[in-house]
Nanobody
C-alpha cells in the first residue's frame, strides 16, 4: 500500500506564505514525476506545478514567480513553497506522484489540504 499525505495548508492573509509538504509512504521502489494540483469550488482540478525525477520543473502561468516546487528524493517528499498568496489561490491542494512498487508505475493522489487566502 502507498499513501500520499499533504500537510501545511491553512488560512493566510493575501501577500502571505505557506509551505505544503507531501511525503509518500509505504512499499515504494521508486518515484518518477511528482506534482501539485488544486481545485477551487465550482472549478475543475488544475495543475499548479510539476517536477520530474531529474528535477525539471514547470508551473501554471498563474503561479510562476510566486510558487516553487521541490522534492527530497531521500525522504520521498514533494514540497510547494507558496509566496505572495492571492485570494484566487484559495483551493484544496492535492499532491500527485507516479510510484513504482517494483512492477511498473501507478499514479497516486493525496487526500488534499485546504488553502484559504483572505483579502
Amino acid at each position: 500500500q502507498v499513501q500520499l499525505a499533504e500537510s501545511g495548508g491553512g488560512l493566510v492573509q493575501a501577500g502571505g506564505s505557506l509551505r505544503l509538504s507531501c511525503p509518500a509512504s509505504g512499499s515504494i521502489f521508486s518515484i518518477n514525476d511528482m506534482g501539485w494540483y488544486r481545485q477551487a469550488p465550482g472549478k475543475q482540478r488544475e495543475l499548479v506545478a510539476h517536477i520530474t525525477s531529474g528535477g525539471s520543473r514547470n508551473y501554471a502561468d498563474s503561479v510562476k514567480g510566486r510558487f516553487t516546487i521541490s522534492r527530497d528524493n531521500a525522504k520521498n517528499t514533494v514540497y510547494l513553497q507558496m509566496n505572495s498568496l492571492k485570494p484566487e489561490d484559495t483551493a484544496v491542494y492535492y499532491c500527485n506522484a507516479d510510484i513504482s512498487r517494483g512492477l511498473g508505475f501507478q499514479n497516486y493522489w493525496g487526500q488534499g489540504t485546504q488553502v484559504t487566502v483572505s483579502s
